[in-house]
């Protein structure tokens, strides 16, 4: 007869041992996992020792025969080094002053800011002011005279005084008037009618122009009480910048007469004579009053 199979007959029998282990398997496996613990173990108290002693044993799956290797000394904590930053040196024929105001009828002289130099290009300028901006009863004069060379691009008068005016002062425009030019020992110069605001309002005359081919000024002249300044006072002002050195290019010209006041040509016989007068017309009309 043929047989037929069930699902109960896949199963091992119960005298077959494919389903157990061999005892050895089982041995061979503990044996193993004892070294390997020991072996972590053996490794960890080496690694305490080489901290303790300030030295490293060989790493963790290193051979037996390697060499150990020295541990390097504790790396020192950064510290920033602080330095003063120092400016190169200067010559002092470069930093000294190269023009004034010559303009002896002024109550306060003109002051003489320190010259700047362009470390790039070596260019020189520096500024002079008379008064101040806050005494509104004075006139304030702020002129700025600097090197120039040819195919500089030359900015707005407008954008000129705003960058002037906060660049030192501490000013800002805040309104523009009428533009002209005005006729100077410089020629021909670009002029501009602008309110400054600081501690307080005042109107002035914003000016530019070219002294020669190497060098520029540019500035502005406020009138005392708030009023705008006329052209003549911003062109005697112009007149009275003169170079400390002689044989400066572009200052070769005459000065305006009118802007300087004539001499005293009386004698100390006139002077005398005239205050004698004075006197006996007042004498005279003292002893004429009933």
Known sequence: MRRITTSDDTGERPGSTGGQRHPSTALRISARLACAAAAIAALSLLARESREN????????????????????????????????????????????????????????????????DPASGRREETLNQGAFP???????????????QGDPTPGLFVTLVRRAADGPGLSVIRTGERGRLATKFGLIETLEATFSGPLDRVCTGFAGSAGAALRFEGWLCAPLGQAPEPRAVACALDALVPLAPGVPGFDGPRDPACRPAPDTRTGSLAVVGKRKNEAQVRRNTQARP
């Open 54 to 117: 300030g030295r490293t044993g060989p790493p963790p799956g290193a051979l037996a025969g390697d060499a150990p290797t020295v541990m390097s000394e504790a790396p020192k904590p950064f510290v920033p080094s602080v330095g003063v930053a120092v400016r190169p040196a200067v010559p002092t024929a470069m930093a000294a002053p190269r023009f004034r105001l010559d303009d002896p009828d002024v109550l306060e002289p003109a002051r003489a800011e320190g010259t700047r130099i």
């Open 135 to 149: 005494n509104i009863e004075a006139p304030y004069l702020r002129m700025t005279v600097g090197d120039t060379g």
